[in-house]
């Protein structure tokens, strides 16, 4: 009897113990700390160091060619013979339609007219070059086309619409609009650290009507 009352004890001990250990982990594991769930990326692009300002009201019903379609100072229809723009810096607020300077304005009159516009972009400290086009107006064509000043134009590729060459072989960059183009490029070779370039525009639609547009640049 006496064995039978010692085998008892000792059993109990034994499950008393397993029982404490199992509760002590659990309060071990309770007290650990938790690694931090992964943070999700964000998709979503980072928005633009500067946004176009689009003048809503530029961009009226088309009306049907003919004399009604008025075009005022029309530009060029060739690089040759491009309408000037002011020179600017590749600071992205000194070009047209941002940092609150306007956009440009213009107007197609039928399928077989074209607009050149042209700029001097000056490479300066502190900004970066990265010639850029975007139009809000829709069935068109518009180009970048960029002449380094000084040595070779060394083209690298567009981000976004596809390249083109120009009439008078400047490389450069289309897109149908509404869109949006960025050239990228270099100029000269090693020893040349500028890349002060002449930028043509290039406007142009397939269909036969009046068609009001406005487009913002930056170099």
């Given at each position: 009897m006496?064995?039978?009352?010692?085998?008892?004890?000792?059993?109990?001990?034994?499950?008393?113990?397993t029982?404490?250990e199992?509760s002590e982990?659990?309060?071990a594991?309770?007290?650990?700390?938790?690694?931090?769930?992964?943070?999700?990326?964000?998709?979503?692009?980072e928005?633009?160091?500067?946004?176009p300002?689009?003048?809503?009201?530029?961009d009226?019903?088309?009306p049907?060619?003919?004399?009604q379609c008025?075009?005022n100072d029309?530009?060029?229809?060739?690089?040759?013979?491009a309408?000037?723009?002011?020179?600017i810096?590749?600071?992205?607020?000194?070009?047209?339609?941002f940092?609150?300077?306007?956009?440009?304005?213009?107007v197609?009159?039928?399928?077989?007219d074209?607009d050149f516009?042209?700029f001097t972009g000056?490479?300066?400290?502190?900004?970066?070059?990265?010639?850029?086009?975007?139009?809000?107006?829709?069935?068109?064509?518009?180009?970048?086309?960029?002449?380094?000043?000084k040595g070779?134009?060394?083209?690298?590729?567009?981000t976004g619409?596809a390249e083109k060459?120009?009439?008078?072989?400047?490389?450069?960059?289309?897109?149908?609009?509404p869109g949006?183009?960025?050239l990228?490029?270099?100029?000269?070779?090693?020893?040349?650290?500028?890349?002060?370039?002449?930028?043509f525009?290039r406007v142009?639609?397939?269909?036969?009507?009046?068609?009001?547009y406005q487009?913002?640049?930056?170099?």
């Amino acid at each position: 009897m006496v064995a039978v009352s010692l085998l008892v004890a000792a059993s109990a001990l034994a499950c008393g113990s397993t029982d404490n250990e199992a509760s002590e982990a659990d309060n071990a594991d309770a007290g650990a700390p938790r690694s931090p769930t992964p943070k999700q990326e964000d998709d979503e692009p980072e928005p633009p160091e500067f946004e176009p300002n689009f003048d809503e009201d530029v961009d009226p019903p088309t009306p049907d060619p003919g004399d009604q379609c008025i075009d005022n100072d029309d530009p060029g229809s060739s690089e040759a013979t491009a309408m000037a723009l002011p020179d600017i810096d590749d600071c992205d607020s000194s070009g047209a339609g941002f940092g609150g300077n306007p956009p440009i304005v213009g107007v197609m009159k039928g399928a077989v007219d074209v607009d050149f516009y042209k700029f001097t972009g000056k490479d300066v400290v502190g900004c970066s070059v990265d010639p850029f086009i975007v139009s809000p107006t829709s069935g068109l064509e518009i180009c970048m086309f960029v002449s380094c000043a000084k040595g070779t134009t060394n083209f690298k590729g567009c981000t976004g619409g596809a390249e083109k060459v120009s009439d008078i072989g400047n490389p450069g960059c289309c897109v149908a609009t509404p869109g949006q183009t960025k050239l990228s490029f270099s100029c000269g070779g090693f020893t040349q650290t500028n890349d002060s370039a002449n930028v043509f525009i290039r406007v142009k639609q397939l269909a036969d009507q009046c068609t009001p547009y406005q487009f913002a640049y930056h170099f």
